[in-house]
């Protein structure tokens, strides 16, 4: 189903900006976050992405105010909150189990929190009505929880959300309850509906295919650390460290080690070859060489490419690609090769070449 996002009375909340300072949050003996500096533009649509654990949830917890951190500071729109409760954040949060009253219909749902501000009743039905026609849930109005798909609850909770027209939508993982398929409606469906309301929103997502597809920029999290923050194609064009890189996208990681010759710089990879180290690059001390599946050819080797001798290990048909996993040295990489109709394919323990531009390889470390 479409959002009607063009025939309902819509919040006219300004997008307020987040500003994030020297967060640090533990649980007793364990740091969770550490140091935390972030700045979100006013009607971004950012993500925190990373693995279970990684404190993205914890520092959404925090933003809405259910989390008390040690250290730092945390403004919405210019005003500190970290020490408001958080019914006074004007914050709209929709969690990951969607936290439907069973026994209460759609419309009773949406209206809860505008009941329990206290709303005059005429306001409070003509939000429910404008939310409902929002999500495209107006004949669902008197159904229960239990009656609907999930797609159809995730929108419920999303519609009481909006309802009390926050300033700021936090979306704690709230694709992860859905099938394939409709993981996948229903983004677009949040991506047009947050395009429409203007709305600051965050979205925590383990999903790095989610995060690249519905957000603008994305920081990414590990061990209680903000890794990187950038938009979705800076991200996996040019990660900071290994971690990044393998994290968004499928990453090739060959290690080996920096020699000099008398052609300039080249990074041997052990059994296999060198590739010269372009001129002005700098490659640290340990730093892997890291490329991503397409930027190599397989069997042949282009202009400018550097050939590295490898050994077909097993092979993978994705529809539009076949995966390549061909042995380099001591590590198997993967390569992608555009698949056509009468492709002879190259058979498992086929020796062959594989063609590498220098410049599409990046030298990173942990």
Not at 87 to 105: C, E, I, N
Not at 183 to 192: A, F, I, M, N, W
Request: charged share 20%.
């Amino acid at each position: 189903m479409t959002l009607d996002i063009n025939s309902a009375a819509l919040p006219t909340t300004p997008a307020k900006a987040i500003s994030i300072r020297d967060v640090n949050l533990s649980y007793g003996a364990v740091h969770v976050l550490k140091d935390i500096c972030l700045d979100i533009k006013p009607g971004e649509f950012f993500a925190f992405l990373g693995p279970s654990g990684c404190g993205k949830t914890t520092l959404l917890r925090l933003i809405a105010g259910f989390n008390v951190a040690q250290q730092g500071k945390v403004e919405i729109g210019g005003a500190d909150v970290l020490d408001m409760p958080p019914w006074k954040r004007d914050v709209g949060m929709v969690f990951q189990s969607y936290a439907l009253w069973p026994h209460m219909t759609v419309a009773r749902n949406v209206a809860f929190g505008l009941e329990e501000r206290k709303l005059p009743r005429k306001e409070v039905d003509k939000r429910v009505k404008a939310a409902l026609e929002l999500v495209g849930l107006t004949h669902l109005a008197d159904r229960r929880p239990a009656q609907l798909s999930g797609g159809q609850q995730q929108r419920v909770a999303l519609a009481r959300t909006i309802a009390i027209e926050p300033k700021v939508l936090l979306l704690d993982e709230p694709l992860s309850n859905l099938d394939a398929k409709m993981r996948v409606e229903v983004r677009r469906e949040l991506r047009d509906l947050q395009q429409r309301l203007k709305l600051t929103t965050i979205f925590v997502t383990h999903d790095q295919e989610e995060a690249n597809t519905v957000c603008d920029r994305i920081a990414v999290f590990n061990e209680g650390r903000i890794q990187q923050v950038g938009t979705p194609m800076s991200l996996y064009e040019k990660p900071a460290n290994l971690f990044v890189a393998s994290f968004l996208g499928t990453a090739n990681i060959l290690d080996g080690h920096v020699e000099d010759t008398p052609d300039g710089r080249v990074f041997v990879v052990e059994g296999a070859g060198s590739i010269p180290v372009p001129e002005g690059t700098k490659v640290a001390q340990g730093a892997k060489l890291v490329f991503r599946p397409q930027y190599a050819t397989i069997g042949h080797t282009e202009e400018g490419a550097v050939a590295l001798e490898g050994t077909i290990a097993h092979r993978e048909f994705l529809g539009a690609i076949i995966r390549y996993g061909v042995q380099i040295g001591t590590a198997t990489v993967l390569i992608d090769v555009p698949f056509y109709t009468g492709d002879t394919l190259l058979e498992p323990g086929t020796a062959t070449v594989l063609g590498l531009q220098p410049s599409a390889a990046l030298w990173l470390t942990e």
